[in-house]
Nanobody
Framework: QVQLVESGGGLVQAGGSLRLSCAAS????????MGWFRQAPGKEREFVAY????????YYADSVKGRFTISRDNAKNTVDLQMYSLKPEDTAIYYC????????????????WGQGTQVTVSS
């Protein structure tokens, strides 16, 4: 079992930045691909970014590429999502998730989820 706790959400104006952080409870955190997903009201949960177990590979949704950066610190059991140039359409609840088996953009392939943190971008 891996417990994930997100933090860092909030209200920001368009063009601003936020840094989300996700803390994991388990010492084997370094074995997991970590992903960030988001869900806006009335919409499906969508993939944002993932980072492989050793940070060697990252992948981003087209909608955030060039604006968001995912990183991890296996010594601290944390994964961060730095978000720049935020847009109103980035408004959503952001979730971090852990995937033991493979790097994936599919939410159903992730084994553990955090409770989410709200990001609101005003225009």
């Amino acid at each position: 079992q891996v417990q994930l706790v997100e933090s860092g959400g909030g209200l920001v104006q368009a063009g601003g930045s936020l840094r989300l952080s996700c803390a994991a409870s388990r010492r084997t955190f370094s074995s997991y691909t970590m992903g960030w997903f988001r869900q806006a009201p009335g919409k499906e949960r969508e993939f944002v970014a993932y980072i492989t177990w050793n940070g060697g590979s990252t992948y981003y949704a087209d909608s955030v590429k060039g604006r968001f950066t995912i990183s991890r610190d296996n010594a601290k059991n944390t994964v961060d999502l730095q978000m720049y140039s935020l847009k109103p359409e980035d408004t959503a609840i952001y979730y971090c998730a852990a995937n033991y088996n493979r790097a994936s953009i599919r939410a159903y392939e992730y084994d553990f989820w955090g409770q989410g943190t709200q990001v609101t971008v005003s225009s």
